[in-house]
T-cell receptor, first 112, second 116 residues
Framework: DADVTQTPRNRITKTGKRIMLECSQT?????MYWYRQDPGLGLQLIYY???????NKGEISDGYSVSRQAQAKFSLSLESAIPNQTALYFC???????????FGPGTRLTVL | AQSVAQPEDQVNVAEGNPLTVKCTYS??????LFWYVQYPNRGLQFLLK??????LVKGSYGFEAEFNKSQTSFHLKKPSALVSDSALYFC??????????????FGSGTRLLVRP
């Protein structure tokens, strides 16, 4: 969905490096989410935010942090990347009263 | 806790034949169910949802899904498959999490391969 953009689309980094993944949306949605996708495991929720001042941990938040800089921007940071954080990362948006979520194109992260 | 299961890792079907991608769920209360599709190098795209009402839900690209409460299933169907339908399909259920907040619980995904 072109209304939800993620940068970078691909990233290779080394163990111990700090890395930030960014998500921007023009949908005007108040809710934003970060998921990771691993083969055979579906998507797992890392963090979610219902507005700029509301940040919540998801199922697998250890090793990650987030920042909601504005309603339209939600970034995910790996403070010290490790190889098992190699995955496909998706940002999604949502709106109160609308049941489905809308996903960005994903960031493929490889930690060597 | 809410959960969904997609029992098939891959479904193979010939173009023009009907297709079914299976999903079963486990929820407390009324289920809110979704299907998403993921094409290569793309994000997940919303296909359809069941919230309430008719058990047969119609969605994008000619897909439909049948909600069956007694069998706790929400199978995705299409009467005539296209090669372009080949993709990864995810079933999801909405999990209410404190007041009005919620998250989506995704199944492990089913890869659909449509042969010409």
């Amino acid at each position: 969905d072109a209304d939800v953009t993620q940068t970078p689309r691909n990233r290779i980094t080394k163990t111990g490096k700090r890395i930030m993944l960014e998500c921007s949306q023009t949908k005007g949605h108040d809710r934003m989410y970060w998921y990771r996708q691993d083969p055979g495991l579906g998507l797992q929720l890392i963090y979610y935010s219902f507005d700029v001042k509301d940040i919540n941990k998801g199922e697998i938040s250890d090793g990650y942090s987030v920042s909601r800089q504005a309603q339209a921007k939600f970034s995910l940071s790996l403070e010290s990347a490790i190889p098992n954080q190699t995955a496909l990362y998706f940002c999604a948006t949502g709106l109160a009263g609308v049941h489905e979520q809308f996903f960005g194109p994903g960031t493929r992260l490889t930690v060597l | 806790a809410q959960s969904v299961a997609q029992p098939e890792d891959q479904v193979n079907v010939a173009e023009g034949n009907p297709l079914t991608v299976k999903c079963t769920y486990s929820v407390s209360g009324n289920p809110y169910l979704f299907w998403y599709v993921q094409y290569p190098n793309r994000g997940l795209q919303f296909l359809l949802k069941y919230i309430t009402g008719d058990n047969l839900v119609k969605g994008s690209y000619g897909f439909e899904a049948e909600f069956n409460k007694s069998q706790t299933s929400f199978h995705l169907k299409k009467p005539s498959a296209l090669v372009s339908d080949s993709a990864l399909y995810f079933c999801a259920v909405r999990d209410f999490w404190m007041d009005s907040s919620y998250k989506l619980i995704f199944g492990s995904g089913t890869r659909l391969l449509v042969r010409p």
